[in-house]
């Protein structure tokens, strides 16, 4: 018995197994075009970013607060507000413009690994 190689998969790449409309998505140069509209630039965008996230965080301490009543519904209200103040410190942190006065001289030394 003779045994034959099996055949390469003639078909062309946008026939894949995720379907024709996936095997075009991954190859299309205009979704990292579409990803740069998502990137915050300045401290102003940062401000709006900080602000809605906030807002978010506000709303869902108030529901926390009903949902549990006392210590324990003011703590999540207070984990909720605290995530915004560390992501927002985050966000201003690296749309400052910096300047080498503000920066520590250890910062211009190579990081251990």
């Known amino acids: 018995m003779v045994y034959k190689s099996l ?18 998505l991954a190859g299309m140069k205009s979704l990292r075009s579409i990803g ?5 630039k300045n ?5 709006a970013v900080i ?11 108030m ?12 703590l999540l209200f207070a984990a909720c507000t605290a995530a915004v103040f560390m992501a927002g410190a985050k ?3 690296l749309t400052r413009r910096d300047s ?4 520590r001289k250890t910062d211009f030394l190579p990081q251990p690994r």
Do not use: M, Q
Request: overall charge positive; proline content about 10%.
């Open 7 to 24: 055949p390469v998969n003639p078909r062309p790449p946008h026939f894949s197994a995720l379907g024709p409309h996936l095997a075009l």
């Open 51 to 61: 602000y809605a996230l906030g807002l978010g965080a506000a709303d869902r301490g």
């Open 100 to 103: 080498g006065l503000r920066r």
């Open 36 to 40: 740069r509209l998502f990137v915050i």
């Open 43 to 47: 401290r102003w965008e940062a401000l």
């Open 63 to 74: 529901r926390y607060l009903e949902a549990y009543p006392g210590t324990g519904g003011w």
């Open 91 to 93: 966000l201003l942190e």
